[in-house]
């Protein structure tokens, strides 16, 4: 029976990226390297007002003053800044009108991953941001939603077009000096999403962006902007895949959401970047800051992750509780196989009064996997009445994985109630008998177990990206026994 | 402004200076250690909050305060500890006095009990027991980024040695009463060395008083060795006044089969840490971590414990409570780490809290890092205050409020307590415990110290 498991483990986790193919198309790019002119030049070739230029190269500046972090617990290959490109973009005619000047190539690339650019899929519902290395592609949607008066458009877009509103919430919630990374994204993003729901419009559909990195030796940079109004509603989905390479492609992205009071932002995040060979070689480096702030009362903001990409995740989807009874929520499904490596959790600053958070982290190691949660839940001494709930599992596959958990729990008030628990084990033999006696496979048994361990986040996906994310967690494992 | 460069370089002048002093009557297996373990201390520094093992512990107001250089016991002040009585009832135990770490009588004061246990001072050790001491000393000491480790083995001179040879038990539990007395303010680095040799038993007692108003500041390592299938308790009693700082390390190393338990009560202190380290080197064996703090004023009591799990089919608890009242602060920074090969663990860490006042703070950070596959690990941490359901419950049947908030901060401090297996003490604990949340120790009643 061992040997039967480590089989169908090893079928399993051999099991090929989909999305790793290249599309051939011509694009921009700028020589590799930073420096304060490549900063420059981004900033020019984004016609950028003066103000934007000034916020980059603050960043920049400050940047320079900054170590790599190394607390996490990850073994990280030295990074060298000068050997990445830092801006690429698909080379296309100006602002497309509509989907017919779109480079066909690129809507094949989108097609193949399947996501609906084309608007006459209206069936689907979703409404995409495409982002290809650096550039937004093509927004869907844009006149129905504008209709209700949302805006949904690339940041360099909002840039143009809102500076008011991008100059009043840019960097509010995470400072250019937060870390190491989310200055560097400050310095040099390219571009991402930017989206802003007016008071009491409750979004009609979801707001999705989909990222993929196309160009080799190119670092993506993105930066989203999510300012949901009062008494606003919005469910907004995140994608990502990649090509495969031999060598570490840098992502790191920052993403800033602000709640107004009443306002509700739900957040999902499939993360499938290309994790590297079997043997561990290639893969994106995800370093990604992100981080939303219940401004306020009533505000309430859930993240909602399945990693299951990149060689290296290093991901904090975090919540400020200012306003009064706001709530926060994490649900995390991390899946690290073959050497990929993930330290990702989340932190709750609990600062208004009444505020709740609860965190559910589901962390599966497989192969060669190390998978760490880190998580903050702060209370500080005015958040009268604050309540906590964390939970986090962990799933070990396989006797060369590892499984961490680092929780951090400051409490500065007597009336909150702050509980943590987490267990960590592998997938019993007496489950998998169980099963097996009822006829089904072992494989099988596997398949149901983990999707059934990872079930109470993946309810929480919408529909949509719940589907897809259960697929993906079955290509990432189905079967492994550990 | 940072503190620690003026402390760090009048340590470095009597490190220095020691030829005159503890270098001189020393035992040369310690003297032998000193030099690398001073560069070590120099290397690592004085662990601010940086370090993640004190991310929640600010030692500056302990350590940055003009101490007597170096204490050395005279004989007329072993007078005031033999004067001590613990006024414990029905204690059974084999009982001994320290002054502020070191042994009465010095040099021969090393005594074998009946069973053939060996107890007395490190110095008479290293003469009676030399290859025996040689083979343990400074070896379970674990070479972390915490420089008051090496700082202790850089500057002691003596402390508690315990033997007990192979298959020998001592059915008793000895007691060892550790006295901070001093006109003076002094700074203690005491150095223990415990060997439980294969099939034997041993269980330890160790209690903490300060009986003068000084300021004092302990630091503390306690080496033990559980040999296979060997037996050891150790339950810390910590009272001391506000003005005294108690750091300790512990490291317990454990062959296969056997069994270790560590139990650290500290009712009192101005700053109080607890550092344990449990090691599973062989297979089957158990171990077991609790702590129990009461804090108020302006105390700060952390609790630190590492589990190493290396061998496969261990078993390992950790249990810690504690109540904060008023300013104090608590931290609690538990870790298991189950090495590669460690299968078939089970791990269990637990680290529970009631915060009384509005200007209480509790930081805690249980962790798990684990690098097996078939292991059970589980922890859990709670912040919070009592349950209001068992409070109504509790009023409902005409126990008045007071009285049933002390009922319910009793019964969730017991839990703890109860793990003690000396009887007597265990109902002396229970009854200091209630006293100290009736507020009537808390304000010192028993304390000659009168401190504040």
Redesign the interface.
């Known amino acids: 029976m061992e040997n039967d498991q480590d089989k169908v483990l090893n079928e399993v986790t051999t099991g090929e990226y989909k999305y790793g193919f290249v599309t051939d198309i011509e694009t921009d790019v700028i020589p590799k390297g930073l420096s304060e002119d490549v900063v420059r030049l981004i900033s020019a070739k984004k016609e950028e007002p003066e103000w934007m230029l000034e916020f980059r190269l603050k960043a920049f500046r400050h940047w320079l003053t900054m170590k790599m972090p190394a607390?996490a617990?990850l073994k990280i290959p030295e990074i060298n800044y000068q050997d990445i490109i830092f801006y690429a973009a698909p080379r296309q005619k100006p602002a497309p009108g509509s989907l017919s000047e779109v480079d066909p190539q690129l809507i094949k690339t989108f097609d193949k991953l399947g996501i609906p650019l084309e608007e006459q899929k209206r069936l689907t519902g979703v409404a995409v941001d495409a982002v290809m290395d650096s550039i937004s592609v093509k927004t869907t949607f844009r006149e129905t939603l504008a209709e209700l008066g949302i805006i949904f458009c690339s940041f360099s877009e909002a840039v143009r077009e809102h500076p008011s509103l991008v100059q009043k919430y840019l960097a509010s919630v995470v400072p250019y000096t937060d870390n190491f990374f989310a200055t560097l994204n400050s310095a040099v993003f390219s571009d991402g999403s930017f989206c802003y729901i007016p008071k009491g419009v409750r979004c009609p559909m979801e707001l999705s962006t989909y990222f993929r990195i196309n160009t080799s030796n190119t670092g993506q940079f993105e930066r989203t902007l999510l300012i949901a109004d009062e008494e606003s509603y919005v469910s907004y989905l995140e994608g990502c895949t990649a090509p495969m390479r031999d060598e570490n492609q840098l992502h790191a992205a920052v993403v800033e959401i602000v709640a107004e009071r009443g306002a509700e932002v739900k957040y999902s995040t499939v993360q499938n970047w290309y994790p590297g060979d079997r043997d561990g070689k290639g893969g994106i480096l995800n370093f990604v800051t992100k981080r939303g702030m219940c401004k306020g009362d009533d505000s309430k903001i859930s993240w909602t992750q399945v990693e299951t990409g990149s060689a290296i995740t290093w991901k904090y989807p975090s919540c400020i509780l200012r306003g009064n009874n706001s709530t926060g929520e994490f649900y995390s499904v991390a899946v690290t196989n073959n050497y990929q490596q993930a330290d990702t959790g989340t932190k709750m600053i609990h600062i208004g009064k009444n505020t709740k958070s609860t965190i559910v982290s589901k962390g599966i190691s497989a192969g060669f996997g190390q998978n760490s949660y880190r998580g903050l839940v702060k209370v500080l001494?005015k958040a009268e009445g604050a309540r906590n709930f964390s939970q986090c599992d962990?799933l070990?596959?396989?006797?060369k994985?590892?499984?961490?958990?680092?929780?951090?729990?400051?409490?500065?008030?007597?009336?909150?109630?702050?509980?943590?628990?987490?267990?960590?084990?592998?997938i019993g033999e007496d489950q998998i008998f169980y099963c097996n006696q009822r006829g089904i496979s072992t494989e099988d048994a596997i398949g149901l177990i983990v999707n059934g361990y990872a079930r109470e986040v993946i309810n929480k996906l919408p529909m949509e990206f719940a589907v897809e994310a259960q697929k993906l967690l079955q290509i990432s494992l189905e079967g492994s026994v550990? | 402004m940072d503190y620690r460069p003026e402390v760090i370089s009048k340590l470095s002048a009597m490190f220095n200076a020691g030829h005159g002093t503890f270098l001189k009557d020393s035992p040369e297996l310690f003297n032998r250690h000193r030099e690398k373990a001073f560069n070590d201390f120099l290397r690592l520094g004085i662990p601010d909050r940086k370090n993640?093992a004190y991310k929640?512990t600010n030692l500056e107001k302990f350590l940055n305060y003009q101490y007597q250089d170096y204490f050395f016991p005279l004989p007329s002040d072993f007078r005031e500890a033999e004067r001590f009585h613990c006024e414990v009832e029905d204690l059974n135990v084999w009982n001994m006095v320290l002054l502020n770490g070191f042994f009465p009588h010095g040099e021969d004061g090393l005594v074998m009990l009946p069973g053939g246990i060996w107890v007395g001072s490190m110095k008479a050790a290293v003469r009676q027991f030399p290859s025996l001491v040689e083979k343990h000393y400074n070896r379970y000491v674990e070479d972390g980024t915490d420089g008051l480790i090496p700082l202790n083995t850089a500057l002691a001179s003596d402390g508690l040695f315990l033997y007990a040879p192979k298959n020998t038990v001592y059915t008793k539990p000895i007691q060892i009463v550790n006295l901070l007395h001093s006109d003076k303010d002094i700074f203690v680095q005491d150095r223990n060395l415990i060997i439980v040799e294969e099939g034997a038993q041993l269980s330890l007692l160790s209690c903490d008083h300060s009986i003068s108003p000084r300021r004092f500041l302990t630091n503390t390592i306690t080496e033990v060795y559980v040999g296979r299938n060997a037996r050891f308790d150790i339950i810390r009693v910590q009272n001391q006044h506000d003005n005294s700082g108690k750091i300790t390390h512990t490291f317990i190393h454990q062959e296969r089969d056997s069994y270790a338990s560590s139990n650290n009560i500290s009712l009192h202190g101005g700053l109080v840490r607890n550092a344990t380290w449990h090691y599973l080197g062989g297979e089957n064996s158990e171990t077991h971590s609790y702590g129990l703090f009461l804090a108020d004023k302006d105390q700060h009591i952390a609790n630190f414990v590492k589990v190493d799990h290396v061998a496969p089919n261990c078993n390992s608890t950790q249990l810690f409570k504690g109540v904060l009242d008023d300013n104090s602060s608590g931290a609690f920074n538990g870790r298991i780490m189950v090495h590669?090969d460690a299968?078939k663990t089970n791990a269990y860490q637990s680290n529970n809290?009631i915060?009384?006042?509005?200007?209480?703070?509790?930081?805690?950070?249980?962790?798990?890092?684990?690098?097996?596959?078939?292991?059970?690990?589980?922890?859990?941490?709670?912040?919070?205050?009592l349950d209001e359901n068992a409070l109504f419950y509790l009023r409902s049947r005409g126990i008045d409020v007071h009285e049933a908030r002390l009922m319910l901060m009793f019964g969730f401090a017991h839990e703890v307590i109860k793990k003690i297996s000396i009887e007597a003490l265990r109902d002396r604990i229970d009854d200091l415990v209630q006293k100290r949340l009736r507020g009537e120790l808390s304000r010192c009643a028993s304390c000659a110290v009168q401190c504040n």
Not at chain 1, 396 to 399: A, H, P, Q, T, V
Not at chain 2, 361 to 368: A, I, N
């Open positions: 607390w617990n001494g962990s070990l596959l396989g006797d994985c590892g499984a961490h958990t680092f929780p951090y729990i400051e409490v500065d008030n007597p009336s909150a109630i702050v509980e943590h628990e987490a267990t960590t084990s592998r550990g | 993640e929640y590669k299968q809290n915060i009384l006042s509005d200007t209480a703070r509790m930081d805690t950070k249980p962790q798990l890092e684990i690098y097996a596959d078939d292991v059970r690990c589980s922890h859990g941490a709670t912040v919070g205050q």
